[in-house]
């Protein structure tokens, strides 16, 4: 079944971007990212900035929003069964050109799987003046690591403190 990615949770103010691989099942019924209680992406993200943790989506958008923080898939469609990354076949890349033609405040790119940088890496050409970073999945599939694992690793996120003057 073909699967399409979720708008992007992008303004001019946005510096940092944070990509997955594709929307979940859940995140796409619901529209929202990161929708599945399973997931620890906004429990590390609340926790590394030290704001107290809300299930509000609206309280979410609110987060990233004021750490200047994004939100966009890699693949703009693909077709997968389920939402595991190692699923997706017919995959079609977002417009990462025209994306930072439009939004060129965009300083830092990470990414939130190894699997979204390995698609962004086999479709696309970074862009220069853009850093890159791959960060552990947050999803609850990645076993790999522990909670306080992934969460020392995302705190990379927190320690960007760029204001919207800075270049």
Same mark, same amino acid.
């Given at each position: !079944?073909?699967?399409?990615?979720?708008?992007?949770?992008?303004?001019?103010?946005?510096?940092?971007?944070? !990509?997955?691989?594709?929307?979940?099942?859940?995140?796409?019924?619901?529209? =929202?990212?990161?929708? +599945?209680?399973?997931?620890?992406?906004?429990?590390?993200?609340?926790?590394?900035? =030290?704001?107290?943790?809300?299930?509000?989506?609206?309280?979410? @958008?609110?987060?990233?929003?004021?750490?200047?923080?994004?939100?966009? +898939?890699?693949?703009?469609?693909? @077709?997968?069964?389920?939402?595991?990354?190692?699923?997706? /076949? =017919?995959?079609?890349?977002?417009?990462?050109? +025209?994306?930072?033609?439009?939004?060129? +405040?965009?300083?830092?790119?990470?990414?939130?799987? @190894?699997?979204?940088?390995?698609?962004?890496?086999?479709?696309?050409?970074?862009?220069?003046?853009?850093?890159?970073? /791959?960060?552990?999945? /947050?999803?609850?599939?990645?076993?790999?690591? /522990?909670?306080? =694992?992934?969460?020392?690793?995302?705190?990379?996120?927190?320690?960007?403190?760029?204001? @919207?003057?800075?270049?």
């Amino acid at each position: !079944m073909l699967k399409h990615a979720l708008p992007p949770l992008i303004d001019n103010s946005t510096i940092i971007l944070i !990509m997955g691989t594709m929307a979940g099942e859940q995140s796409i019924a619901k529209q =929202e990212y990161y929708a +599945n209680r399973g997931n620890l992406f906004w429990k590390i993200l609340f926790a590394i900035f =030290e704001e107290e943790f809300s299930t509000s989506y609206e309280d979410r @958008k609110a987060l990233v929003k004021k750490y200047n923080i994004g939100l966009w +898939n890699v693949l703009k469609s693909c @077709k997968r069964e389920g939402s595991s990354d190692a699923k997706i /076949t =017919e995959e079609t890349i977002n417009d990462f050109e +025209n994306l930072h033609k439009q939004f060129p +405040n965009i300083k830092y790119v990470f990414f939130e799987s @190894k699997a979204a940088a390995k698609y962004f890496h086999k479709h696309s050409v970074p862009q220069d003046g853009i850093t890159y970073i /791959t960060l552990p999945s /947050t999803s609850g599939l990645n076993a790999g690591l /522990t909670t306080a =694992e992934k969460m020392e690793q995302w705190k990379v996120v927190s320690k960007i403190r760029l204001s @919207k003057n800075e270049d």
